[in-house]
């Protein structure tokens, strides 16, 4: 590191160059979609990969959701799907969307989602099958599902083995199965659009989210080495997961280098988030969208900063798929994704892992209802010696998460010492 | 098969029994309880889960011996935690998980295909047994014969009067899913109860009932009779399904046929599907009035309520969500809504 530490946190441009895409994007694709142009609402860990190969622009379920809570209509489009007799306190993160499309272009946040012509998800939890049968109700949009087996295998230490060494760690007759269905899934696309998938192009779209994932790691291990923080989690959020839903194009790979300069530069400057880093805290769980602020609101009293998401860490560990057929390989980046963050010894190992590297003091882990066995995580820290605060809430309910700020305060007071 | 063969723990309602049954083991179902105590350990370790399944892992936790082996079904996400805990926190329980697919399709029957192998392969490390052609053929008879109890058992519910209450047939049905097969037949036969003409008809939907507390508290006035249900321990239990082959091969895919025939679960069923299935039977039940019980943290069913009230063409439904501790009030409560001035769907 050279040069003379400088404190304070002008935005990382990365973050706002992300950002600023994102919503030009889009407005571009709103207006496509509105003149008839095909669009795909998508869930996070559906093979994004082959839309993108066939051209069908695709729009993130769960980001999506995040951009409706961010400008407060999560309540309003919770209380749309209360008014078509559906639960509002149940999947809230995933059922988001699908109230704000009665919320009216005025309301909807960026003038709304056009209709999709296509809703894709993967069968996750009790409830993500149903939300997505209610898409494919709504006249144009047709729903398709793809299968969601178990984390059988689940091997911990998988962060050094996944690129290459997939078959093994996630079983090939998963891999079979979720590979047969995006065939399927393929054939039925080319079918409706009346194009034929480009397997060159596909195999160009999964290099590329390879090199993009590099980028990620290579950024993630600058800030775990990093002493003291020099980005606020707050920036690296956006500048990860907006070229995230971007996975496969020059852009993406571009925006993740950016990132990966800028992180580097602020920390031979010597820039620090807050000067009087005394308490590094990890973050485990879905953003808390509808309050950013939070995450940086306890630096001057205790002077604790948050170091740590899932975002760049999944990225950085979990993405990159290398083989010759990219469906087998692409339906290897899906097959156990989630897995990695949630599912036992694949999450406890690999969030110790990713605490001890990155020096951290105490974690607060956010416990949504579809987290399975979370208290397998949290012992997994708390043996090692790190606190750990469980918060009950889904990310995407402010009714839920009211008192955060005072339990968190609570927590660092009494469990996280100071450490420097 | 006599009582010592090696208990096999069932939790879920995917597992064909006559796989089980053929390699000499004692299927026996695991379904927690209404009521009972919680094991604050388990509570952590399973995060916001329904309290049925927090309750059996507090069982399984203090009596991890009561069964050779355990089979988990990934047919919900409460089962697939209780997997997930098991298998981080007992290494000395033999331990596996049967996750048949949903949607019908060759991928999805080879992916079947191989947990049905997986899944006779360990019970048979359990028993010391190998499938073999004529233990399944045995095996299918015993199943069957314990399916046609289970007709008749169906036939006495939806006579009028009932000849069974429904807590005598929700007990018999979750006890022949842990007896020995031709026990089970016995013990649904005995399953007869007088009941009086003239009670509310109770069509029971929503969440599985783990034992028969609540039916016997919701009949215990003698107001309401449940005369059938659609929850997958009760007359949707996968009790009775068997297959017939030349080969170990042709069962296994009769098997995998049966199972893509079936409504599953809330869980893993469209509301489109599970919605079918309760118009069909309670209609077929000539019930008056369909409940839907939904326990506390089990979402699937909430999902279905919606279109079940617009599906059931004027018979009502009355619906209780039901939270840990409130169980008898929810009951009652239940109750009051069912034979009080009913509202059409």
């Known amino acids: 590191m050279s040069g003379a530490r400088t404190a304070g946190a002008s935005r990382l441009e990365s973050a706002a160059a992300a950002t600023a895409f994102q919503k030009e994007w889009f407005l571009r694709l709103a207006e496509r979609a509105r003149a008839g142009e095909p669009i795909a609402l998508a869930n996070a860990d559906a093979p994004h990969e082959l839309l993108r190969a066939l051209g069908i622009p695709y729009v993130v379920n769960q980001w999506w959701s995040s951009i409706i809570s961010a400008k407060r209509a999560g309540p309003a489009s919770l209380a749309a799907v209360a008014a078509q007799g559906m639960p509002d306190d149940s999947r809230q993160y995933d059922v988001l969307p699908l109230g704000a499309q009665d919320l009216g272009d005025t309301d909807a946040p960026w003038g709304g989602l056009p209709e999709p012509r296509f809703a894709i998800a993967e069968r996750s939890g009790d409830v993500t099958h149903k939300i997505f049968e209610r898409w494919g109700r709504r006249p144009g949009t047709e729903t398709f599902l793809l299968s969601r087996t178990a984390a059988v295998p689940a091997p911990a230490g998988w962060w050094d083995r996944v690129a290459h060494d997939w078959e093994d760690v996630f079983g090939a007759a998963r891999i079979d199965l979720l590979e047969g269905e995006i065939r399927m899934l393929a054939a039925t696309l080319e079918q409706r659009v009346g194009r034929a998938l480009d397997h060159g192009r596909l195999a160009e779209i999964m290099a590329l989210a390879n090199e993009q994932a590099e980028w990620n790691r290579r950024t993630r291990d600058l800030l775990a080495a990093a002493r003291p923080l020099p980005v606020a989690v707050t920036d690296i959020i956006p500048a990860v997961m907006v070229p995230q839903w971007h996975r496969g194009t020059a852009w993406a790979v571009e925006a993740a280098r950016r990132l990966h300069d800028e992180v580097a530069r602020r920390i031979d400057e010597g820039h620090a988030v807050h000067d009087g880093e005394r308490r590094r805290l990890m973050w485990i769980g879905r953003g808390l969208w509808s309050d950013l602020d939070m995450y940086r609101s306890f630096q001057e009293e205790f002077g604790a900063v948050f170091v740590w998401s899932m975002y760049l860490a999944i990225a950085a560990d979990g993405y990159a798929r290398y083989g010759d057929d990219p469906k087998r390989a692409l339906a290897a980046r899906f097959v156990g994704l989630t897995d990695l963050l949630y599912v036992p010894p694949m999450s406890s190992s690999w969030y110790v892992k990713e605490a001890l590297a990155h020096g951290v003091d105490g974690v607060v882990h956010l416990v949504a209802d579809d987290t399975p066995a979370p208290g397998v995580i949290t012992s997994a820290l708390e043996e090692r010696g790190i606190p750990v605060l469980e918060i009950r809430a889904s990310n995407a309910d402010p009714r839920a998460t009211g008192d955060v700020r005072e339990r968190i305060a609570g927590f660092v007071r009494e469990r996280v010492p100071a450490a420097r | ?345």
């Not at chain 2, 033999?94 to 006779?120: G, K, N, T, V």
């Not at chain 2, 299918?140 to 289970?150: F, I, M, N, Q």
């Not at chain 2, 519910?157 to 069974?164: E, G, I, K, L």
């Not at chain 2, 996968?238 to 046929?257: K, R």
């Open chain 2, 1 to 345: 098969m006599t009582t010592s063969a090696p208990v096999i723990g069932v939790v879920g309602n995917d597992v064909p029994r006559q796989l089980l049954l053929a390699v000499g083991g004692h299927p026996h179902r695991l379904t927690g309880s209404w009521e009972g105590d919680i094991d604050p350990v388990a509570q952590q370790l399973l995060g916001a889960t329904d309290v049925a399944v927090t309750r059996l892992l507090t069982e399984l936790r203090e009596e991890a011996r009561a069964v050779d082996g355990l089979v988990v079904c990934n047919d919900s996400q409460a089962h697939l935690r209780l997997f997930y805990v098991l298998r981080a926190t007992a290494p000395e329980l033999p331990l596996h998980l049967l996750d048949m697919p949903r949607d019908d399709s060759e991928p999805a029957r080879r992916f079947a295909r191989f947990q049905l192998e997986a899944l006779a392969a360990f019970c048979s490390g359990l028993t010391g047994r190998a499938l073999d052609d004529a233990s399944l053929a045995d095996a299918a008879v015993v199943e069957a014969a314990l399916g046609d109890a289970l007709r008749r058992l169906r036939v006495r519910r939806r006579a009028d009067p009932p000849q069974c209450s429904g807590a005598g047939a929700l007990d018999a049905i979750l006890d022949a899913a842990r007896l020995a097969p031709s026990e089970a037949v016995s013990r649904i036969d005995a399953a007869q109860t007088s009941v009086p003409a003239g009670v509310t008809r109770v069509h029971m939907t929503g969440s599985s009932h783990p034992d028969a507390a609540f039916y016997r508290e919701l009949e215990r006035d003698g107001r309401c009779v449940v005369v059938s249900e659609d929850h997958d321990t009760g007359d949707a239990a996968w009790l009775g399904p068997a297959a017939s082959g030349a080969t170990v091969a042709e069962v296994i895919e009769g098997l995998i046929d049966a199972h893509f025939e079936r409504v599953t679960t809330s869980a893993t069923a469209t509301s489109a599907d599970r919605v079918a299935l309760t118009r069909e039977v309670a209609q077929a039940a000539g019930a008056d009035v369909v409940a839907a019980v939904v326990r506390d943290l089990d979402e699937g069913p909430l999902w279905d309520l919606a279109d079940q009230r617009a599906a059931l063409e004027g018979r009502p439904l009355i619906s209780v969500r039901v939270t840990p501790g409130a169980e008898t009030e929810s009951a009652r409560e239940l109750v009051r809504g069912l034979v009080g001035p009913a509202v059409p769907a």
